[in-house]
C-alpha cells in the first residue's frame, strides 16, 4: 500500500511550469479568459498516488489542465498481492483563476494503458467535484481481455448539467479516480493490469474547462 498525504499536512508547491497538450482541443461556454492561471495540489490521497507521483499542467490557451500519474497501476494474477487489484487516487487542486470568471468542467478524457489476459476485466472510474458541493455521478468503463494496447475514455456533461465554482470563492476541486482488475475467471499464472501512469509525460487525463463571466457586482 503506498503512502498517504493527510489533509493537514503542508500544500505541495507544485507551481505549474509545464503545458497540457490535449490531443483533441475543445471549448466549451465563454471565451477563456487571458489572465494567468495557476494550479496547486493541495492533497493527495490514495493507493494510485503517493504524494509527488501526480502533476499538473494547464494548457497555453486556458481551455484545460492535464493530471500525470507516475505510479498509477492496477493489476492481478501471477504474483500480484490481494491489495494490488484496486487502487485509487484522490487529488484536492487550489485552483486560481483571473478575477470577474468562473468555471466548470465540460469534458474528462482519461487514458492509459492496459494488458488484460483472457477472461481478465478491467475498470476505470471517476468523478469530481468543488469543495462543499455535491459530487458528480460517478462513470464507470470496463474493458475486456484480451487486450494489450492503449485505452481512453471520455466523460462529458450536458451543458445544462454543467456545475460552476461559486463565483469570488475559491474552493478546492476534488477529482476521484479508480482502477481494478478482476482476474478470477483468468489463468490465475498471467498478469493482468490496468494503468494510467505515465514514464514520459505522454499519457495524462485531460480536464476541459466550461468559462463563464461572473456578473458585475453591484
Same mark, same amino acid.
Given at each position: ?12 508547491? %507544485? ?63 501471477? +504474483?500480484?498481492?490481494?491489495?494490488? +487489484? ?6 484536492? %487542486? ?11 468542467? +465540460?469534458?474528462?478524457?482519461?487514458? @492509459? ?18 469543495? @462543499? ?45 479508480? %482502477? ?39
Amino acid at each position: 500500500m503506498l503512502s498517504t498525504l493527510s489533509a493537514g499536512a503542508a500544500v505541495a508547491s %507544485l507551481l505549474l511550469a509545464g503545458s497540457a497538450s490535449p490531443t483533441a482541443p475543445a471549448r466549451f461556454g465563454d471565451d477563456p479568459p487571458t489572465g494567468k492561471i495557476t494550479i496547486t495540489v493541495a492533497t493527495v490521497n490514495g493507493s494510485g498516488c503517493r504524494p509527488g507521483s501526480a502533476a499538473v499542467a494547464i494548457a497555453p490557451d486556458n481551455t484545460a489542465f492535464t493530471v500525470t500519474y507516475s505510479e498509477y497501476l492496477a493489476q492481478a494474477g501471477g +504474483a500480484s498481492k490481494p491489495t494490488d +487489484a484496486r487502487k485509487n487516487c484522490q487529488i484536492a %487542486l487550489n485552483v486560481h483563476v483571473p478575477q470577474g470568471f468562473t468555471y466548470a468542467i +465540460a469534458r474528462a478524457d482519461y487514458r @492509459g494503458y492496459a494488458s488484460l489476459a483472457p477472461g481478465a476485466k478491467g475498470l476505470e472510474q471517476a468523478n469530481y467535484y468543488f469543495q @462543499g458541493q455535491q459530487q458528480t455521478a460517478r462513470k464507470s468503463h470496463t474493458f475486456t481481455g484480451p487486450y494489450e494496447t492503449n485505452w481512453q475514455t471520455s466523460d462529458e456533461t450536458d451543458v445544462d448539467a454543467l456545475v460552476y465554482a461559486p463565483c469570488g470563492e475559491e474552493r478546492y476541486f476534488n477529482i476521484n479516480t479508480e %482502477l481494478r482488475v478482476d482476474g478470477k475467471s483468468a489463468d490465475p499464472k498471467a498478469t493482468s493490469y490496468m494503468a494510467m501512469d505515465s514514464t514520459d509525460g505522454s499519457i495524462n487525463t485531460v480536464y476541459h474547462f466550461a468559462w463563464k463571466e461572473c456578473p458585475a457586482r453591484k
